[in-house]
């Protein structure tokens, strides 16, 4: 049983995988044996985050500057993942942004900046690996959505839009590519101490508070809470699961108060 959760031999490329969420989720892949590409914008950051990874897990790890909103540096970055590892096993859509305003008070462009980093690019990325996956035999998609892929925010319209779509995104590619051994599926973190939730907890009075007692395991999420949920729906543990949406929240969406 133990095996059916090893990654060994599989190649990972996990997007915004230098910090937060997607850090988390990449030393979880590597400590189940999975070879990793991190793709971010901030060169440094990454090539700090692939050093501290490989030297910990003794996994070859790649660093990629990236932009996943670009669809030619998207191309890219796939073609220098095969270049280096000669195969795509499992992608990881995390990287995203957020920018708070009430709904009247967004320019067109903020809009359009929250939409492609955390949907198109998504797209982008998963249609970007398709053919490899399909030439590896099949692959596991994981999208990671929001609790907002749930529930409204006053200040969140383009980011909740984005996560509501990152869901039916993945439900879509999982309906067309499951013929191919390709399956597709969403996380859906609850309140996770990252650098996104800490300018949050700024923006938004009294977050901190409202998580905490909202939340029946009564403590924000760290990153590392996202792994074992990642590495489930990157092994073979999951082969018949696909197109599911699954919370990562410590209880916050079935808590009614």
Not at 96 to 105: A, C, F, L, S, V
Not at 106 to 126: I, T
Not at 133 to 152: L, P
Not at 237 to 252: E, I, N, R
């Amino acid at each position: 049983m133990e095996n059916m959760f090893s990654l060994e031999g599989k190649v990972a490329i996990v997007t915004g995988g230098n910090g937060g969420i997607g850090k988390g989720i990449a030393r979880g892949f590597a400590g189940m044996g999975a070879d990793i590409a991190i793709a971010a914008r901030n060169q440094q950051k990454t090539a700090d985050a692939a050093r501290e990874i490989k030297e910990e897990f003794g996994v070859h790890v790649l660093g990629l500057k990236i932009d996943v909103t670009d669809e030619n540096q998207v191309k890219r970055m796939v073609d220098q993942t095969l270049e280096k590892f000669g195969r795509i096993d499992i992608l990881v859509n995390n990287a995203g942004t957020n920018i708070r305003k009430m709904p009247q008070e967004y320019q067109a462009s903020e809009w359009d900046a929250v939409l492609d980093a955390n949907l198109r690019s998504a797209f982008l990325c998963s249609q970007a690996v398709y053919f490899a996956m399909k030439k590896a035999g099949g692959g596991k998609i994981i999208n990671i959505g929001s609790m907002t892929s749930i529930f409204g925010g006053a200040k969140l319209a383009p980011y909740g839009t984005s996560k509501g779509g990152i869901v039916q995104l993945a439900r879509s590619l999982a309906a067309a590519w499951a013929t191919d051994n390709i399956q597709v599926n969403a996380i859906l973190p609850g309140w996770i101490d990252t650098d996104l939730t800490r300018q949050a907890r700024i923006d938004l009075a009294g977050l901190d508070e409202n998580v905490k007692s909202r939340t029946p395991v009564g403590r924000w999420g760290e990153p590392q809470d996202l792994a074992g949920t990642a590495v489930f729906l990157a092994s073979r543990a999951s082969d018949f699961v696909t197109g599911v949406a699954l919370p990562v929240d410590g209880g916050f969406s079935i808590a009614l108060m």
